[in-house]
């Protein structure tokens, strides 16, 4: 019986580790898909502080604790994110802990989900005009899927770690 509950265990963080690369995968997809774009060098102009400090990244003035759910760290995690990964911008930030003069201090795979897929309506008009949207909008879809699988997995595990005490 231990022997069983050992493999289901690891079947479990197996899938979920699965899930969450997943996840990391298609971020790095979807950055590559959205490439660099003129619409989030200015967004912020004008704003009230603290999302007008710098020029770009309006989007990126969320506080960090919303980003940071915990499934979403949850899913950093089993996809290799360390804390030494998380680095902070020295000096002023702007919202976001990682918002700094120069944009997110964080790699792709290392930031919130929503950072990666959420597209403004000028983004969206501007990959529109490259003929990029349609792509772009199928790659955030499979990513909310992605992250909607590894939730899934892991109230699972909870769940069953509640029932089973394991």
């Known amino acids: 019986m231990a022997d069983i509950a050992k493999r289901l265990r690891a079947e479990r ?93 964080l790699e792709v795979e290392h930031r919130p989900t929503v950072c990666v897929r959420y597209a403004c309506d000028g983004l969206r008009r501007e990959l529109h005009r490259a003929g990029r949207l349609d792509h772009v909008e199928g790659l955030a879809v499979k990513l909310h899927r992605a992250v909607d699988e590894f939730a899934a997995a892991r109230e699972r595990r909870l769940e069953l770690a509640l029932i089973y005490g394991e």
């Open 13 to 105: 963080a197996r899938h979920e580790r699965e899930a969450a690369l997943s996840i990391r995968a298609l971020k790095l997809d979807l950055s590559r898909a959205t490439g660099d774009v003129a619409s989030c060098a200015g967004c912020a102009v004008g704003k009230e502080s603290p999302r007008g400090i710098f020029a770009g990244g309006d989007c990126c003035s969320s506080p960090t604790a919303g980003l940071f759910d915990d499934v979403e760290v949850a899913a950093l995690a089993q996809a290799g994110t360390r804390p030494r990964d998380l680095v902070a911008p020295r000096g002023v930030h702007a919202g976001c802990a990682f918002r700094g003069e120069r944009g997110c201090t």
